[in-house]
Structure formats: structure tokens, C-alpha cells
């Protein structure tokens, strides 16, 4: 079985960045996708980016050209690195972990990121 540990949220300034990390353990052998989602207060949870076993990358398009998602597989970690951040980015953001038939297996459990002044 999955686990997902997020890490790295916090409080940043208008303009700031910050990575996040998701820490994948257990049964990794069975992850084709991890994604990365966001969840506002009173909003649906939406997905920010995704990334292949293979390396190939998605994201959505408010944030394309500000965050990038990447992986290091000797430590089973899929990162979030996020810049220009602005209010509207304010959210939980958590992972998760597909199989090959882009079903959800695990998700973590979130780390809050509130961009401020």
C-alpha cells in the first residue's frame, strides 16, 4: 500500500516561492502518475500538475510557466516547485499516486500554502 507524506508549506509574500515535496513509500512499484492537486477553502479540489513514470509533465494552465513538477527516484519524491506566487494560490495542496489505469491508489494527507502579505 501508498503512503504519501507532503511537506514544505508555510506562509509566503506575493511573488515568493516554495517547493513542496511528496515523499511516496510502500508499494511504490505500482506508481505510473503522481499528481499534484490544490484545494481552496469552499472550492473543489483541483489539479495543478502531473508527472509519468517516464517523465512527461502536465499542468494546468493557471499555473504554467510559475510552478514545476519533478521527481527523484532514489528517494521516492515528487517535488512542487512553485514561483510568482500570488493570493489565488492559497490552498491546501496535496498528492496523489495513479496506477497505470490512471486510477487513484493513495493521496496524502495536504500541506497548507497561504501566499500574503
Known amino acids: 500500500q501508498v503512503q504519501l507524506v507532503e511537506s514544505g508549506g508555510g506562509l509566503v509574500q506575493p511573488g515568493g516561492s516554495l517547493r513542496l515535496s511528496c515523499a511516496a513509500s510502500?508499494?511504490?512499484?505500482?506508481?505510473?502518475?503522481m499528481a499534484w492537486y490544490r484545494q481552496a477553502p469552499g472550492k473543489q479540489r483541483d489539479l495543478v500538475a502531473t508527472?509519468?513514470?517516464?517523465?512527461?509533465?502536465n499542468y494546468a494552465d493557471s499555473v504554467k510557466g510559475r510552478f514545476t513538477i519533478s521527481s527523484d527516484n532514489a528517494k521516492n519524491t515528487v517535488y512542487l516547485q512553485m514561483g510568482s506566487l500570488k493570493p489565488e494560490d492559497t490552498a491546501v495542496y496535496y498528492c496523489?499516486?495513479?496506477?497505470?489505469?490512471?486510477?487513484?491508489?493513495?493521496w496524502g494527507r495536504g500541506t497548507q500554502v497561504t501566499v500574503s502579505s
Open positions: 496523489n499516486a495513479q496506477n497505470e489505469r490512471n486510477s487513484i491508489i493513495s
Open positions: 510502500g508499494g511504490i512499484f505500482s506508481i505510473y502518475v
Open positions: 508527472i509519468t513514470s517516464g517523465g512527461s509533465r
